[in-house]
C-alpha cells in the first residue's frame, strides 16, 4: 500500500479509501450480509488500507454499526475513520440538514455507533440551503475543540460555496474543511470545471466518490443490451452515464487495459491516482475479489499519451445536476 497526506494536513491516509455503502441492506445492490461486510473490511486493512468512509444516513446507521464492530480489534491510532452528515435520520423537525442542534446531535450517534470516541473525518454530506454555513462551521468547530471530531470535510456543492465556507472559516477562526469528497471518474469529470481547481489552490485534500462510475467504468456493461444485473439496473443515475461520449471514454480504457494487460477498473482508478490533486479515491467493493483488483491499480502506470486518449472523448462540463450517494 502507497501513503499520502490528506491535502495540506499532516494525516497519513492510504492511497485508496474503502467506502462502506455497500455495508448495509437498504438497497437491493448492497451487501446485506454483515459477516461478508466484515471479511472485506479486514482484508482491507491486511492489504494496508487505513482509511475507511461512511456516513449516517447509509441503511439509516447500519454502515456505521457494522464499521464499528469491525474495527473494535484494530489500534484505533492506526485508522482514520470518516463519517457524514446532512441526511434525514427520522421524521420530524430537527432530523436532517447542518442545523447546530442536528450537527451536534448526530455526531453523538454517530460516535455511538462507531464505538469509538473520536471521529477521524466528520464530513458535511450536502450544502444545506437553509442554514448559514457560518452556523454549521461554528458547531464543527466546537467538536474539533472538544476533540470529538479531529478533522473537517465537506462533498459535493458548488465552487462559490466551498470557497464561501472557507472564507467563513478564516473571517471566524473556525476549524477549516482539510478534505473535499466529490464525485469524479472517467466519465464524471465535471468537477474539474467547479471544486477540484480550489482544493488545489486552498491544500484541501480530495476523496473522489464513484472512482468507477457507478461500475460503468468496470466494463461490465455492454452498449448494444440492457442492463439486467449490477447497479445500472436499478439505479438511474449509473444508467444515465449510457451515453455515446462515455461509451467512447470506455473504449479507450478497455483498449488500454488490453495492452497493459490489467482491467477496466485498474485503468480508470489509476487514471485518478494520476491525477495530482487526488489524495484517495474511494472504493467501493461488494467483495473481495472486487477489493483485491482495485487495490492493485497501484502497480499500473500510465503514461501522458494514455491519459490523452482516455480523456479525449470528453469536455468537462460543470452541471448543479449531480446525484445524491
Same mark, same amino acid.
Given at each position: 500500500?502507497?501513503?499520502?497526506?490528506?491535502?495540506?494536513?499532516?494525516?497519513?491516509?492510504?492511497?485508496?479509501?474503502?467506502?462502506?455503502?455497500?455495508?448495509?441492506?437498504?438497497?437491493?445492490?448492497?451487501?446485506?450480509?454483515?459477516?461478508?461486510?466484515?471479511?472485506?473490511?479486514?482484508?482491507?486493512?491486511?492489504?494496508?488500507?487505513?482509511?475507511?468512509?461512511?456516513?449516517?444516513?447509509?441503511?439509516?446507521?447500519?454502515?456505521?454499526?457494522?464499521?464499528?464492530?469491525?474495527?473494535?480489534?484494530?489500534?484505533?491510532?492506526?485508522?482514520?475513520?470518516?463519517?457524514?452528515?446532512?441526511?434525514?435520520?427520522?421524521?420530524?423537525?430537527?432530523?436532517?440538514?447542518?442545523?447546530?442542534?442536528?450537527?451536534?446531535?448526530?455526531?453523538?450517534?454517530?460516535?455511538?455507533?462507531?464505538?469509538?470516541?473520536?471521529?477521524?473525518?466528520?464530513?458535511?454530506?450536502?450544502?444545506?440551503?437553509?442554514?448559514?454555513?457560518?452556523?454549521?462551521?461554528?458547531?464543527?468547530?466546537?467538536?474539533?475543540?472538544?476533540?470529538?471530531?479531529?478533522?473537517?470535510?465537506?462533498?459535493?456543492?458548488?465552487?462559490?460555496?466551498?470557497?464561501?465556507?472557507?472564507?467563513?472559516?478564516?473571517?471566524?477562526?473556525?476549524?477549516?474543511?482539510?478534505?473535499?469528497?466529490?464525485?469524479?471518474?472517467?466519465?464524471?469529470?465535471?468537477?474539474?470545471?467547479?471544486?477540484?481547481?480550489?482544493?488545489?489552490?486552498?491544500?484541501?485534500?480530495?476523496?473522489?466518490?464513484?472512482?468507477?462510475?457507478?461500475?460503468?467504468?468496470?466494463?461490465?456493461?455492454?452498449?448494444?443490451?440492457?442492463? &439486467?444485473?449490477?447497479? #445500472?439496473?436499478?439505479?438511474?443515475?449509473?444508467?444515465?452515464?449510457?451515453?455515446? *461520449? %462515455?461509451? $467512447?471514454? +470506455? /473504449?479507450?480504457?478497455?483498449?488500454?487495459?488490453?495492452?497493459?494487460?490489467?482491467?477496466?477498473?485498474?485503468?480508470?482508478?489509476?487514471?485518478?491516482?494520476?491525477? &495530482?490533486?487526488?489524495? #484517495?479515491?474511494?472504493?467501493?467493493?461488494?467483495?473481495?475479489?472486487?477489493?483485491? *483488483? %482495485?487495490? $492493485?491499480? +497501484? /502497480?499500473?502506470?500510465?503514461?501522458?499519451?494514455?491519459?490523452?486518449?482516455?480523456?479525449?472523448?470528453?469536455?468537462?462540463?460543470?452541471?448543479?445536476?449531480?446525484?445524491?450517494?
Amino acid at each position: 500500500m502507497e501513503y499520502t497526506t490528506l491535502g495540506d494536513t499532516g494525516l497519513e491516509v492510504s492511497r485508496f479509501c474503502l467506502g462502506c455503502m455497500n455495508f448495509g441492506s437498504d438497497r437491493e445492490w448492497m451487501i446485506g450480509d454483515e459477516d461478508e461486510s466484515r471479511e472485506i473490511i479486514d482484508r482491507a486493512i491486511d492489504l494496508g488500507v487505513n482509511f475507511l468512509d461512511t456516513a449516517n444516513v447509509y441503511s439509516h446507521g447500519e454502515s456505521e454499526e457494522i464499521v464499528g464492530r469491525a474495527i473494535e480489534e484494530y489500534d484505533r491510532e492506526q485508522l482514520v475513520i470518516a463519517t457524514k452528515v446532512y441526511g434525514s435520520m427520522g421524521e420530524g423537525p430537527n432530523k436532517q440538514g447542518l442545523s447546530r442542534k442536528h450537527v451536534l446531535d448526530q455526531v453523538e450517534g454517530s460516535l455511538e455507533r462507531l464505538g469509538t470516541d473520536y471521529i477521524d473525518l466528520y464530513q458535511i454530506h450536502r450544502w444545506d440551503e437553509s442554514t448559514p454555513i457560518a452556523e454549521t462551521l461554528h458547531a464543527l468547530d466546537h467538536l474539533v475543540e472538544t476533540g470529538k471530531v479531529r478533522y473537517i470535510g465537506a462533498s459535493t456543492m458548488a465552487s462559490w460555496q466551498f470557497t464561501k465556507a472557507l472564507y467563513e472559516s478564516d473571517l471566524n477562526d473556525y476549524a477549516r474543511f482539510t478534505c473535499m469528497q466529490p464525485q469524479y471518474n472517467l466519465v464524471d469529470r465535471q468537477e474539474e470545471e467547479n471544486v477540484l481547481p480550489v482544493c488545489a489552490d486552498q491544500g484541501v485534500g480530495v476523496i473522489p466518490w464513484s472512482p468507477l462510475g457507478g461500475g460503468f467504468l468496470t466494463g461490465k456493461y455492454d452498449r448494444d443490451s440492457e442492463p &439486467e444485473s449490477g447497479r #445500472a439496473a436499478t439505479d438511474e443515475h449509473t444508467y444515465e452515464r449510457f451515453t455515446d *461520449e %462515455n461509451w $467512447a471514454v +470506455l /473504449d479507450a480504457v478497455r483498449e488500454i487495459a488490453d495492452e497493459k494487460d490489467v482491467t477496466p477498473a485498474q485503468v480508470s482508478l489509476s487514471w485518478l491516482l494520476h491525477k &495530482e490533486v487526488v489524495d #484517495a479515491p474511494i472504493v467501493g467493493p461488494r467483495s473481495i475479489d472486487h477489493l483485491e *483488483e %482495485n487495490v $492493485a491499480a +497501484l /502497480d499500473v502506470s500510465l503514461s501522458r499519451d494514455d491519459i490523452e486518449r482516455l480523456e479525449a472523448p470528453k469536455d468537462p462540463v460543470w452541471s448543479r445536476d449531480i446525484a445524491d450517494t
